[in-house]
């Protein structure tokens, strides 16, 4: 007994005549006999009971109708899952990412991929530059975004966008109603006191920042240095300096900060192990791919 003639013996059951189940189920009423006469003798015993027009189930027969038909709802519902499971469509994503994109790009194209694949599950981490290679090699997170390339040659970079760096400042800095600045503009703040990400260090935001400002031409007064721009921002509300970081910073829940535009641009990039063939990374990919990722900047 098979699958097939369980599905036949359901639909017989359901319409009590073979004449019309056989145009249900495609095939020639001689041949769904043959198919429920073959499984009444591997069972042993009568499904139907037959007229000259319709057949009526046994009490055996109504007992096998309601089990079975419950029983190939539950294995088809299974095997779908398991299917989804296999084409990555249910499974578990861990992405890591920096601060600056977590109330701008990131919730965008969380919601485009929940659209599309409602049941992937995403793990977040917010991961420094500096953990990111390790952290993928490592396979402590699937994909991460970046704002520089990769270093180890096992991994992929993909670029994604090109944002401005913006000078942050409260909302009653005398900078803050101005729409944009040059260099010249960032010159004449060279007596204040800003709070910055460490410029000794060797991540390549780091050196994109220390370019701004010998772009400028001065070397800024630090109060606190802080690799983590939400740190940053809240040091900024607080009147203890003004800063200079990625203009995605300017989503985040802070309505007491500007942000005013630079000339300086910070490139965001997508990072993943090059021989991983998961389907869910794939999925992601292909929901990136479709994304615009200048809409997080408006």
């Known amino acids: 007994m098979h699958l097939q003639q369980i599905r036949y013996f359901l ?20 041949a769904l006999s043959r198919h429920i ?11 139907f009971e ?28 299974v095997t779908r899952r398991a299917s989804q499971i296999a084409k990555g469509e249910v499974a578990t994503l861990r992405i890591g990412h920096p601060a600056s994109i977590t109330f701008s790009i990131l919730p965008d194209l969380l919601l485009a991929l929940h659209q599309q694949y409602p049941q992937i599950a995403v793990q977040m981490f917010e991961v420094d530059a500096a953990d990111v290679d390790p952290f993928l090699q490592a396979h402590r997170i699937d994909i991460a ?44 703040l060279r007596d204040e006191v800003f709070v910055l990400p460490a410029l000794t260090g060797n991540s390549e935001h780091a050196s994109q920042v220390k370019a701004v400002f010998e ?3 001065f070397d800024p007064l630090i109060r606190v240095e802080s690799d983590f721009g939400v740190t940053l921002l809240g040091l900024v509300s607080k009147g203890l300096g003004i800063s200079v970081m990625p203009i995605s910073y300017s989503h985040h829940l802070n309505h ?43």
């Open 37 to 47: 006469k073959s499984m009444e003798e591997e069972l042993g015993f009568a499904l």
């Open 215 to 217: 772009a400028a031409g």
């Open 145 to 188: 975004f970046n704002r520089e390339s990769a270093k180890a040659r096992d991994l992929i970079s993909r670029p994604l966008m090109h944002e401005h760096f913006a000078l942050v400042v409260p909302e009653q800095h005398r900078y803050a109603n101005k729409r944009s600045l040059q260099y010249k503009d960032l010159l004449q």
């Open 50 to 77: 037959r007229d000259k027009r319709n057949v009526n189930l046994t009490p055996a027969g109504e007992f096998l109708r309601d089990h079975y038909g419950r029983l190939l709802s539950e294995f088809e519902s």
């Open 256 to 298: 007491h900060l500007k942000f005013i535009p630079l000339p300086a641009t910070s490139s965001l990039l997508a990072l993943w192990r090059a021989q991983d063939t998961s389907p869910a990374l794939q999925i992601f990919l292909g929901v990136m791919e479709q994304f615009d990722f200048r809409m997080g900047l408006s």
């Open 11 to 30: 639909a017989l059951a359901e319409e009590q005549h073979f004449w019309k189940t056989s145009e249900k189920v495609f095939i020639t009423q001689s």
